[in-house]
């Protein structure tokens, strides 16, 4: 039986995810929760009926962001802050391929964007030789568009689509940074460059990990060369996530979390990631 701390735990609380969703006059069933964790919950839905309409989306997910409260405290806040973000950064990225198109809005902290068909890199697959050059492409063009997608350290964001092909999800802490020209604009210009160097270094990293005899020598020697941003990263956010996934493993335990309805193993929501 689920504790009132395992719940706090969650993006919706005692809720789950809907088991049905409609927009634009069609439905669509869930199919799978990925994931549900403090900050939001995700899960792919299938679109009811046979249509063979090209406009439709056939398959899509829908991510809820927090929106249940903590101890009696309000944190829809934290949702909407987190939507919008999130939503500002695919819609500054719309066109592109290899990335969440964004269909609609869901509620006050719902996104709903078309479905990517692929697996991901934590699932440890064999890779194409030429993966990690699509990926770095990829990459490439986001930066381009003065983002820094700052979440390559999980694989679990990076898909691997079904001609071989890198594709990447969830940028929910992606950022974008512009500036005007002159003394003003040099310090979001100097972080934005150290934030995009981390992504090449999470990059080179997870090549150097699958496909590590492709690595140049400069590439491998950048696969080692730990930036700031990262070193801040791994003394407060490292630790931060460390806690909690030992706060689940023993709440899960205890049998003192309940885990949302699904009967497909995904690597987000398996427990074992949480007992390691």
């Given at each position: 039986m689920a504790s009132h701390l395992g719940y706090q735990l969650?993006?919706?609380?005692?809720?789950?995810?809907?088991?049905?969703?409609?927009?634009?006059?069609?439905?669509?069933?869930?199919?799978?929760?990925?994931?549900?964790?403090?900050?939001?919950?995700?899960?792919?839905?299938?679109?009811?009926?046979?249509?063979?309409?090209?406009?439709?989306?056939?398959?899509?997910?829908?991510k809820v962001h927090r929106c249940g409260?903590?101890?009696?405290?309000?944190?829809?806040?934290?949702?909407?802050?987190?939507?919008?973000?999130?939503?500002?950064?695919?819609?500054?990225?719309?066109?592109?391929k290899n990335v969440p198109r964004l269909l609609a809005r869901y509620g006050s902290t719902g996104l709903v964007y078309e479905y990517i068909e692929g697996y991901s890199l934590d699932e440890k697959?064999?890779?194409?030789?030429?993966?990690?050059?699509?990926?770095?492409?990829?990459?490439?063009?986001?930066?381009?568009?003065?983002?820094?997608?700052?979440?390559?350290?999980?694989?679990?964001?990076?898909?691997i689509?079904?001609?071989?092909?890198?594709?990447?999800?969830?940028?929910?802490i992606a950022v974008v940074l512009l500036w005007r020209k002159g003394i003003t604009g040099w310090?979001?210009?100097?972080?934005?460059?150290?934030?995009?160097?981390?992504?090449?270094?999470?990059?080179?990293?997870?090549?150097?990990?699958?496909?590590?005899?492709?690595?140049s020598d400069a590439e491998r020697a950048e696969s080692y060369r730990i930036t700031n941003a990262i070193k801040w990263h791994r003394r407060i956010i490292l630790p931060l996530t460390r806690l909690r996934r030992r706060l689940l493993g023993r709440l899960y335990r205890g049998d003192h979390l309940a885990l949302d309805d699904t009967t497909v193993r995904h690597s987000e929501s398996c427990p074992e990631r949480w007992l390691r």
């Open positions: 969650k993006a919706l609380g005692k809720t789950s995810l809907p088991v049905r969703i409609c927009m634009g006059g069609r439905c669509y069933h869930r199919d799978a929760i990925f994931k549900h964790d403090f900050f939001a919950a995700t899960a792919a839905y299938k679109l009811e009926g046979n249509t063979h309409e090209s406009n439709l989306a056939g398959k899509v997910v829908l409260s903590l101890w009696g405290w309000p944190m829809i806040w934290l949702g909407n802050i987190l939507v919008k973000h999130e939503i500002a950064n695919l819609q500054h990225l719309a066109g592109m697959p064999v890779l194409k030789k030429d993966f990690f050059d699509s990926l770095e492409f990829l990459l490439k063009e986001i930066h381009q568009k003065n983002m820094a997608y700052i979440d390559l350290n999980k694989r679990g964001n990076i898909l689509r079904p001609d071989g092909q890198a594709a990447l999800i969830d940028f929910q310090p979001a210009k100097r972080l934005l460059k150290r934030l995009q160097a981390a992504d090449r270094y999470h990059l080179l990293k997870h090549k150097r990990r699958f496909l590590g005899d492709l690595l």
